[in-house]
């Protein structure tokens, strides 16, 4: 951790949060070059608090992290390497392990190891952590975020797409820790389909300029499934 990294990461913060599982994640975030910010949750609306966390700090590139979650050691410097790398990226993202509640790990993440294809964008658990934004898109969105208050990750991931690719860092930075609690085990399908319904006219464009495809047919001869990241159509 540093106090003049070039990535700020805010943890939300609730009276419910595991103070054991938080100094956890903490200590894995010990060597990143981050500077961490903490914010205060607002129980039933997580797209003002991530408005507050996302405005804290004056970094170029900005991320957040669930504070009973680990990251592995390197993530952030990867991810760092390789905007750096990718000027016209809006944000890059690492793959993920699934931990149970001890930190035992489960499985990696469904879409580990597979290049960005904004086709895919619809599940909410794809590109999930690691991933890092530039700051400046993110501001553009910042209104955005207070119309949701739930899944305005999934939409700001969605519509930052307007700006850039995401480009896919090939390694596993991110342990996601599966317990009873999880955001994600309260999301109602009308919710579900409303952020889908918001994001897809923004996923369609880049799956256009990106010529993103889903191979049903394994005879397909296509290439965008073998490349490392997308490039815009001529």
């Not at 050691?73 to 750096?84: D, I, K, R, S």
């Not at 991933?131 to 930052?160: A, D, H, N, Q, T």
Request: aromatic share 10%; charged share 20%.
């Amino acid at each position: 951790m540093s106090s003049n990294a070039e990535i700020d990461v805010h943890v939300l913060l609730l009276p419910t949060t595991d103070p054991i599982l938080w100094r956890e994640c903490l200590q894995s975030l010990e060597n990143e070059p981050v500077n961490i910010h903490t914010a205060e949750g607002v129980p039933g609306h997580i797209g003002k608090a991530r408005y507050g966390g996302f405005s804290k700090g004056t970094a170029p590139y900005v991320s957040c992290v669930d504070p009973d979650d680990l990251v592995i050691p390197g993530a952030f410097a990867a991810c760092l390497e390789t905007l750096e790398a990718h000027p016209d990226a809006c944000g890059v993202y690492t793959d993920e392990l699934i931990i149970d509640r001890d930190g035992k790990i489960i499985k990696p993440g469904i879409w580990s190891q597979a290049p960005w294809n904004p086709l895919f964008q619809l599940e909410p658990k794809y590109l999930h952590h690691i991933y890092v934004m530039r700051r400046c898109f993110v501001e553009k969105l910042y209104l955005e975020l207070l119309r949701w208050p739930s899944m305005p990750e999934f939409i700001l991931k969605g519509l930052i797409t307007a700006h850039g690719p995401w480009v896919h860092v090939p390694q596993f930075g991110y342990k996601w820790r599966i317990v009873k609690g999880n955001a994600h085990n309260k999301m109602s399908p009308s919710t579900i389909y409303a952020a889908r319904w918001r994001v897809i006219p923004a996923l369609q464009n880049a799956a256009k300029k990106y010529k993103a495809v889903i191979q049903t047919d394994p005879f397909q001869d296509t290439s965008f499934a073998d490349r490392s990241r997308a490039k815009p159509a001529k």
